[in-house]
């Protein structure tokens, strides 16, 4: 629960901090899923060298 706030926390303090254009929503998705590719290939690297 802890990180979870933590992680809020983080993500309003970016938002604040950037007075710059307001992002598009599938800018938002476009970097959200290029995130959950990184890191899909982080766990698969990992299990590979579990093997």
Not at 15 to 32: C, H, K, W, Y
Not at 40 to 50: D, N, P, R, S
Request: aromatic fraction near 0%; glycine fraction near 8%; proline fraction near 6%.
């Amino acid at each position: 629960m802890k990180s979870m706030i933590e992680r809020m926390q983080k993500m309003r303090d970016m938002t604040e901090g950037s007075p710059g254009p307001a992002v598009s929503p599938v800018d938002r998705l476009a970097t959200l899923g290029q995130r959950l590719s990184e890191r899909g290939a982080a766990i698969t690297k990992v299990a590979e060298a579990a093997e």
